[in-house]
């Protein structure tokens, strides 16, 4: 998981760059294992990003972990962008929804992206779930169920999870 989460952190960096944002990726030095569809975590990660770049203001931080906890693999994308409302996030996940809507809306976009991250994590058995206040910015936390490393599975025909920080994806 670590690598796909590099590999997002690489698209998105010049984008962060020109908007003055600082883009981070932190791992806690070991690989983290899940059992994902490489495609589907890389949908997840670019709508995370891609809402996380957009919605801080220059001078802001974005970050990007990846570790294990609780028997899953974590991803977390926080900002420190202008966050929302908590009662907004019970709709956040709703297709064509923003927290900004209507003729006076101040950011582009279809309302899509959260709707087809929560969509494709929940098909690869994960969830996500939200922490936001308003000007102070917002952490999206996915959790995957976690996998074992594919030397310990012993089987290397078996379905190999998704890569690490020493193995490309």
């Known amino acids: 998981m670590t690598t796909v989460a590099e ?34 975590l890389r949908i997840a990660l670019q709508n995370l990003i891609s809402n996380a770049v957009k919605y801080t203001e220059p001078g802001g931080d974005v970050w990007i972990r990846v570790r294990t ?34 003729m006076g809306r101040e ?21 996500i779930e939200v922490e936001t206040e308003k000007g102070a910015g917002s952490r999206f936390t996915v959790r995957l169920p ?7 599975v012993g089987d290397p025909s078996a379905s190999a999870p998704l890569g690490n920080a020493d193995t490309p994806s």
């Open 107 to 127: 950011y582009e976009g279809t309302g899509l992206g959260l709707a087809v991250t929560k969509e494709a994590v929940e098909q690869m058995g994960g969830a």
């Open 7 to 40: 590999e997002a952190a690489d698209q998105f960096y010049p984008e962060a760059v020109e908007a003055d944002i600082t883009l981070r990726t932190e791992a806690n030095g070991t690989p983290v294992w899940t059992r994902a569809d490489p495609e589907g």
């Open 146 to 152: 976690e996998a074992e490393a594919p030397e310990k």
């Open 69 to 102: 906890g609780d028997e899953a693999a974590v991803l977390e994308v926080e900002d420190t962008g202008v966050g929302m409302d908590p009662a907004q996030t019970e709709t956040l996940f709703e297709p064509f929804r923003q927290e900004s809507e209507g």
